[in-house]
């Protein structure tokens, strides 16, 4: 089992660190080589995502990724920045499919922003189509605007689109893992105004044929939005596209009370998969011991049922970590009155010891 370790910049490192301690724990032999990413590699190499972390990457069967960025990169060249290594290794590897999932924790219940009985068991999964749409569609660019409310104005501009098999694949994926939970999927889309999004809806609805056992209905995506708050546990899988999967998902990962518990997994059609906490670098608590490891040690158990076949791993270290929680060990993020405060070094040793 070769995993590639790509802690990258922030809290990246730390959080992977505690991660990497808890896969070693387990009686299982991994192949474990780590490389440079991000802003991190930029400063070393001169590229946020240089080729040899690339080859790793593509010769592993699953990648174990911390978090890029830093406002101190902002003003570097497109290219250059931190973000375009994730987005460069989506690309390259074609992880397509990207399992966002939204667990309340039962001790979280009172963590979260909204009511607790609106959050309390949630349990939902986004999934979020993770190479096309306006992210990676061509043409974009910089140019002088040849026509619209401003012609000869500066203008930029981006491409959405989608092909019907980029649409029909995610559509399987979604309706596959719905089979797996309660058989809901909701297809968020824009279908009343863009045409890529009634391609997509027309797509996903054709590929339900085959999936008769499974429920599906289709919403906007601003009353997504809307709904994400109002009763976010009507929900079980939501299929959507690349931009609106990253808006929502972020909403969805503040329901459960913090961001720092959730993992995330990107899989390509042969299931190599890039595993990463769903939150990022968090700059500003870098190196002080504060981040919550929770989410990417929940990543790596994400990563051995996914893409390395042990799912009684994987199930160890979410039990492991529910223990945690139930002992009453916190991270700030997650720290309320009567629990106990720890920092990313504890909590990963806690789960350690709870394995
Ligand atoms: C995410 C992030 C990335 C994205 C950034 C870092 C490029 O926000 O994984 O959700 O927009 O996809
Ligand atoms: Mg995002």
């Keep these: 089992m070769k995993i590639a370790v790509l802690p990258g910049d922030g809290i990246g490192p730390e959080i992977v ?5 808890v896969l070693r724990a387990l009686d299982l032999k991994f192949d474990i080589e780590e490389a440079p990413v991000g802003g991190t590699a930029y400063d070393a190499h001169g590229h946020p995502l240089p080729d040899a972390t690339l080859k790793l990457a593509q010769a592993a069967d699953a990648i174990l990724f911390g978090a890029v960025g830093d406002w101190k990169y902002d003003k570097l060249d497109r290219p250059l920045r931190p973000e375009q290594a994730i987005l460069g290794l989506r690309k390259h590897l074609g992880l397509f499919a990207n399992f966002r999932p939204a667990i309340c924790y039962e001790q979280l219940t009172h963590a979260s922003s909204l009511k607790p009985e609106l959050v309390a068991g949630l349990d939902i999964l ?22 619209g409310h401003f012609p000869g104005a500066e203008e930029a501009f981006d491409t959405m689109r989608y092909t019907r098999p980029e649409v029909e694949r995610i559509a399987r994926v979604a309706f596959e893992a719905a089979r797996q939970r309660h058989k809901r999927v909701t297809s968020v889309d824009k279908a009343n105004v863009l045409e890529t999004f009634q391609l997509w809806k027309d797509v996903v609805t054709e590929v339900h044929q ?8 289709h919403m906007y995506v601003d009353n997504a939005a809307m709904q994400l708050v109002k009763e976010p546990k009507k929900f079980d899988v939501i299929v959507t596209g690349n931009m609106f999967g990253d808006i929502l998902s972020d909403e969805a990962s503040m329901l459960t009370g913090s961001i720092g518990m959730l993992p995330s997994a990107s899989l390509n059609s042969q299931r190599q998969g890039l595993y990463e906490p769903s939150h990022g670098s968090a700059p500003d608590i870098a190196g002080k011991g504060l981040a919550n490891p929770l989410a990417t040690i929940l990543s790596a158990a994400m990563m051995l049922r996914f893409s ?6 994987a199930d160890r270290i979410e039990t492991a970590v529910k223990k945690v929680l139930a002992q009453g060990l916190r991270t700030p993020d997650i720290y309320s009155e009567g629990t106990t405060k720890v920092g990313t070094r504890e909590m990963g040793e806690a789960v350690v010891k709870a394995l």
């Design 308 to 313: 390395l076949n042990q799912p009684e791993a």
């Design 126 to 147: 986004i999934i979020r189509e993770l190479t096309g749409d306006i992210y990676f569609g061509q043409p974009r660019g910089r140019r002088v605007a040849p026509d």
């Design 17 to 21: 660190t505690e991660a990497v301690k």
């Design 210 to 217: 085959d999936y008769a056992d499974v429920a599906l209905d």
